[in-house]
């Protein structure tokens, strides 16, 4: 399921956390919340676990502390890759700052970077923590940019062009591609059930496929009415 809303000021982005999983709790289960660093701040971190998210975001450098933990980590030096941290207002020993190296930079560096600790990847969790927890952690992290798969997919097969400059308009059309992906992704899923094949590698059915269907069926679409709780929470959304 992909959820949508326009953030206005990344100020505001605990406000949107907090609307996205108010929403997301009427249909599934949220146990962890991957983030990038745009939402590295202790305003989401609270929000999330006001919600019981554990949270595994990217974080950013500059804490001295950080930084060395980081430059331990790329010198093969650390005795563990993590340690007791607290962003803003936590206190120092309230979650965990996991320093790894970063395997896809691995795999692709022709030289040696001017500093080493370019290759170590950092992140942010309330998480319990051990050795191989953080290495769990950090390859789970990594399975997230399936989600950039995901953008590129709804803006390259079900975004509507449009050259208007209307705010609204234009996210009233990203969240209607929005429902497309999820329709195509739904159609895949139930397929790879019923034929019980693993839902890897080629789709049993392409966005163009789902597309001409959508278009070609000659039936009207039984849709059960909205629930009045997600009424609610999405008036206002385009004003």
């Not at 974080?59 to 890759?81: I, K, T």
């Not at 927890?133 to 709804?154: L, N, Q």
């Not at 392409?206 to 008036?235: C, V």
């Amino acid at each position: 399921m992909l959820l949508v809303l326009p953030v206005k000021e990344m100020s505001n982005v605990p406000y949107y956390i907090r609307r996205l999983l108010r929403l997301a709790d009427h249909y599934v289960t949220v146990d962890r919340a991957y983030l990038d660093s745009g939402f590295y701040q202790g305003n989401v971190a609270s929000v999330l676990e006001q919600f019981g998210v554990t949270f595994v975001m990217q974080a950013r450098r500059g804490a001295e502390d950080v930084d060395q933990l980081m430059r331990q980590v790329a010198e093969g030096g650390a005795d563990s890759p993590q340690m007791r941290y607290g962003v803003a207002d936590y206190p120092d020993d309230a979650h965990w700052m996991v320093a790894l190296p970063k395997q896809k930079a691995e795999r692709l560096q022709q030289s040696e970077p001017d500093d080493p600790t370019d290759m170590v990847n950092l992140l942010y969790t309330n998480a319990p923590m051990t050795r191989e927890t953080a290495e769990s952690i950090a390859e789970d992290y990594r399975s997230r940019w399936g989600i950039e798969t995901g953008f590129r997919v709804i803006k390259e097969d079900f975004l509507p062009k449009s050259r208007s400059t209307t705010a609204t308009m234009r996210t009233w059309y990203f969240n209607f591609a929005a429902h497309l992906y999820n329709l195509w992704v739904t159609a895949n899923v139930v397929r790879a059930h019923d034929t019980g094949k693993e839902l890897a590698g080629d789709h049993p059915f392409t966005a163009g496929r789902l597309m001409q269907a959508i278009e070609d069926d000659p039936y009207e679409a039984n849709i059960r009415a909205e629930p009045s709780e997600t009424l609610d929470f999405f008036d206002g959304l385009f004003l």
